[in-house]
Structure formats: structure tokens, C-alpha cells
């Protein structure tokens, strides 16, 4: 069964600074797709970024990267020049084929602290 | 504005009472889901739809309950048989063709407790 894991449960960087949040999954598939979503402590939860696991390049989105090892089966979410509005919690997510039905497995999630 | 409406924003249960939770989407999406999300920790989805009068159980359906009547509305009740219900719960939607990129979509959350 496929799995993320998420080993940092909270993460601390000064205002304007960059920072990365860890993500390794784990899939015998070779169709997936990788995203992350932020969750602020109202409780929604954003959509980020999305990469799939025949991309070439690295997504990005704005101020958000993906740094895609897939021999390494990592998917690391960088935050650059971090923003006060960026503490939230951080979810990685990994989209598992079953069946014809696309299935999001999370991981544990990662609380980042900006500070300023 | 498309979106996702979740109702209420908290939910109070009395020990053998079901609840019921509300979810309204107008993005016009073909899948829905509900996940409970427990304290520090990630999502776990309890039922999920692709299309109108189908649903299938997710990882911890027990004690609870969903209906797809329409396509934009999926509720879920949390029935008296579910003894631990006080979590936060959140729907989702997507539009679920076209390969693994479609993200899904989410509410803003129900948080229900225990009287």
C-alpha cells in the first residue's frame, strides 16, 4: 500500500527566509501524482502544488517548489522568502491509483513556524 | 464563487444521537469525499462518490453513513454506532478524470464534539 511520510512535525524559519519541508513516499505504482496542501488554523485545507511522477522538470508555483527525487522517492515542498502568513500545518499527499478511483493518502503533516 | 460550502462550522452530539453534515459544492465536480482528521494528524477518508446514487467506504467507514442524491450535495451522518466521533471533519471534491493531477478541492470543515 502506498504511504507518506513526513518526519519533521515541526519546522521554525525567520520571515523572508527559504525552508523545506520533508516528504518520502513509498509506491510499487509507476502512475502518480504527488501534491501538497497548507493548512491554516481555521482549518481549510489549500492546494499548493502538484507533481506527477512523469514530470520532467520540478513544479513550481510562485513562492512554492517541489524538489522531486524520484529514485529517491522524495518530494520536498520549498517555501522561499518565507512570509508570516506561511505558518500553517503542511500536508503531503500522494494520488493512488485503485480501481479507476484516485485515492489521496496523506501523511502526519509538518506545523511550520515563521517568525519575524 | 465556486467552492465548497461545509455546514455547521461546529456540531455538538449527545451520546446516542446521529448528526448529520453538510456538504454543498458547485464546482460542478463528480467525485466527492468526507475525511476525519484527528489531532496531529493527516486526513483518513471515510467515504468517497464518483458519480450520483453511488459510494463506496474509505479506510473507516464504520459508524457512519453518506447519501449522493444529487451531484452537488454529499452529507454525512455520524451515527451512534461511530464512539468516537469528536474530530474535524472535511469534504472534499474533484473533478476525478483526465489522470492522477486533479487535485481535490476542500471545505472549510465541521468540528463536531461530545456533549
Known amino acids: 500500500a502506498q504511504k507518506i511520510t513526513q518526519t519533521q512535525p515541526g519546522m521554525f524559519v525567520q520571515e523572508k527566509e527559504a525552508v523545506t519541508l520533508d516528504c518520502t513516499y513509498d509506491t510499487s505504482d509507476q502512475s502518480y501524482g504527488l501534491f501538497w496542501y497548507k493548512q491554516p488554523s481555521s482549518g481549510e485545507m489549500i492546494f499548493l502544488i502538484y507533481?506527477?511522477?512523469?514530470?520532467?522538470q520540478n513544479a513550481t508555483e510562485g513562492r512554492y517548489s517541489l524538489n522531486f527525487q524520484k529514485a529517491r522517492k522524495s518530494a520536498n515542498l520549498v517555501i522561499s522568502a518565507s512570509q508570516l502568513g506561511d505558518s500553517a500545518m503542511y500536508f503531503c499527499a500522494m494520488r493512488e491509483v485503485f480501481t479507476g478511483f484516485q485515492k489521496l493518502v496523506f501523511g502526519t503533516g509538518t506545523r511550520l513556524l515563521v517568525s519575524p | 464563487d465556486g467552492g465548497i460550502t461545509q455546514s455547521p462550522k461546529y456540531l455538538f452530539r449527545k451520546e446516542g444521537q446521529n448528526v448529520t453534515l453538510s456538504c454543498e459544492q458547485n464546482?460542478?465536480?463528480?467525485?466527492m469525499y468526507w475525511y476525519r482528521q484527528d489531532p496531529g494528524q493527516g486526513l483518513r477518508l471515510i467515504y468517497y462518490s464518483q458519480i450520483v446514487n453511488d459510494f463506496q467506504k474509505g479506510d473507516i467507514a464504520e459508524g457512519y453513513s453518506v447519501s449522493r442524491e444529487k451531484k452537488e450535495s454529499f452529507p454525512l451522518t455520524v451515527t451512534s454506532a461511530q464512539k468516537n466521533p469528536t474530530a474535524f471533519y472535511l469534504c472534499a471534491s474533484s473533478i476525478d478524470r483526465g489522470g492522477v493531477g486533479q487535485p481535490q478541492h476542500f471545505g472549510d470543515g465541521t468540528r463536531l464534539s461530545i456533549l
Open positions: 507533481q506527477g511522477s512523469y514530470d520532467e
Open positions: 464546482l460542478n465536480h463528480d467525485a
